[in-house]
């Protein structure tokens, strides 16, 4: 089993600035993937942004220029940096891993953003 524990969500004015961190813990073989969902009310989860193993990012268009995810491969944790956050940006925010074909979830962080 992995846990992941996310850290770092908040209520932040538009265009300010969060971080926020995904620790993993536990059984760690090989993580092919970590990153962030996000699921604001009465929509459904989406992809925020990825890192593979090897240190190649995918990010959500609608957060492309704004956020950047970053990984600590010997502390096992995950980092978004969130710029120029808007309100449309509110959401629970999901840490995810991908390891072998397993994936597993945090519980989830509140991002709200107020205009």
């Known amino acids: 089993q992995v846990q992941l524990v996310e850290s770092g969500g908040g209520l932040v004015q538009a265009g300010g600035s969060l971080r926020l961190s995904c620790a993993a813990s536990g059984s760690i073989f090989s993580i092919n993937a970590m990153g962030w969902y996000r699921q604001a009310p009465g929509k459904e989860r989406e992809m925020v942004a990825l890192?593979?193993?090897?240190?190649?990012?995918n990010y959500a268009d609608s957060v492309k220029g704004r956020f950047t995810i970053s990984r600590d491969n010997a502390k096992n944790t995950v980092y978004l940096q969130m710029n120029s956050l808007k309100p449309e940006d509110t959401a629970v925010y999901y840490c995810?891993?991908?390891?072998?074909?397993?994936?597993?979830w945090g519980q989830g962080t509140q991002v709200t953003v107020s205009s």
């Open positions: 890192i593979m193993s090897g240190g190649s990012t």
């Open positions: 995810y891993s991908l390891q072998s074909v397993r994936s597993y």
